[in-house]
């Protein structure tokens, strides 16, 4: 019997569960956790693991979304080659009253959090202040000169530890690094140009600066269900992680990766599983998933950031999919507003997304 399943009591007596205090034990093993996982995958298991998870969810961060917001591409990414699934990356650089631009119309819509993400561009050994250092800490002030948001960035490894620094004085809420995969031969057969090595770094670079961290997890790769436990352990050393996101793989058109698309599944029992090991963690989901899948992530424990708006500085005339709002800003930028069709999903399960989050 495995200790983990006693301790979350998935009998069958268990069923009306009562709330659970806290998640696994600080000490539970990979063993353990990983067999947690893999009966996670019994449909019959996974409900009583998704009730616990979202009680948690439930009661350390409450059960209320908070809208963000993300504006991508605003700077090119320079790896050699490419990462081969990566189809989001620009090669240009944006003027940044474009970038600004985006950013006020967003804020317009009352949202007063947003993402600012980009390309890497490795930081120079050697050098104290290098990367996108200068570039991040120059748009930053540019942009809180112009809208009242707060301001999260991710620009893969790109930052030095004078760059963490600069941006914590200027009240950054959060630098993001994707491990992505944390297997070294997938990653790089994924990633050949980028720095596994490099990203852990600014996650430790993050963690002695006092800087709050967000990270996220690839699904779909190819990855074992051992490589998919282990990285989740792995961030436990990271006592500034805020916030995980889950990618699902998708195999876009035109990109080297090939594979299929990662299904809906893994990336639940892997949010029940992250919430049972991280109570107080924003646990979100990222590129490849959609509004569709927010129904299971809420039942698994997700929770509370959702996106409403995104601006891509790639396209900054593109065209809104789906059923989002096209917003022209000015001539050259396009802000693409989701937050109706996210309210109407959200409304579906009970829920009212507010402008930050609320504790429990
Ligand atoms: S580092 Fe990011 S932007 Fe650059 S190729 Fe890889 S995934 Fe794309």
């Not at 914590?168 to 959060?174: D, M, Q, R, T, W």
Request: net charge neutral; with cysteine; hydrophobic share 40%.
């Amino acid at each position: 019997m495995n200790d983990l399943l006693d301790h979350l009591d998935t009998s069958a007596a268990a069923r009306d569960l009562a709330p659970v205090e806290e998640g696994l034990p600080a000490d539970c093993n990979t063993r353990d956790v990983l067999d947690l996982y893999r009966r996670s995958a019994d449909p019959r298991v996974a409900p009583a693991i998704f009730r616990h998870a979202a009680d948690l969810r439930d009661r350390h961060v409450g059960r209320s979304p908070w809208w963000s917001a993300g504006v991508s591409a605003i700077v090119p990414c320079e790896l050699e080659p490419l990462c081969t699934y990566c189809t989001f990356f620009s090669r240009k650089a944006v003027a940044t009253s474009d970038i600004v631009s985006a950013v006020r119309a967003i804020a317009d819509l009352g949202i007063r959090h947003l993402h600012l993400s980009g390309g890497t561009r490795l930081p120079v050994k050697g050098e104290p202040i290098s990367g996108y250092d200068r570039y991040l800490v120059d748009l930053v002030v540019a942009i809180r000169d112009a809208a009242d948001v707060e301001i999260e960035v991710n620009v893969g490894p790109s930052l030095t530890r004078g760059g963490v620094r600069a941006l914590k004085e200027l009240g950054v809420a959060a630098v993001t690094s994707s491990l992505e995969v944390l297997n070294a031969e997938l990653f790089a057969a994924f990633k050949p140009g980028d720095s596994l090595k490099g990203r852990i770094r600014l996650m430790e670079l993050c963690e002695e600066e006092g800087m709050p961290i967000r990270s996220m997890m690839l699904v779909g790769l190819g990855e074992t269900d051992a490589d998919r436990i282990d990285h989740l352990l792995f961030l436990r050393r990271f006592s500034m992680l805020r916030h995980l996101r889950l990618s699902r793989y998708m195999p876009f058109p035109g990109t080297a990766s090939g594979g299929v698309r990662c299904s809906p599944w893994p990336v639940a029992r892997l949010t029940a599983i992250a919430r049972l090991l991280y109570p107080t963690l924003d646990l979100g989901l990222a590129a490849g998933n959609d509004p569709d899948d927010m129904a299971l992530w809420w039942l698994a424990g997700g929770g509370n950031q959702v996106i409403g708006a995104t601006a891509s500085m790639k396209d900054p005339r593109g065209k809104a999919g789906g059923e989002a709002r096209a917003i022209p800003v000015g001539e050259r930028v396009v802000v693409h507003d989701n937050m109706a069709r996210v309210t109407r999903y959200l409304g579906e399960l009970g829920l009212t997304p507010s402008f930050a989050p609320q504790s429990s």
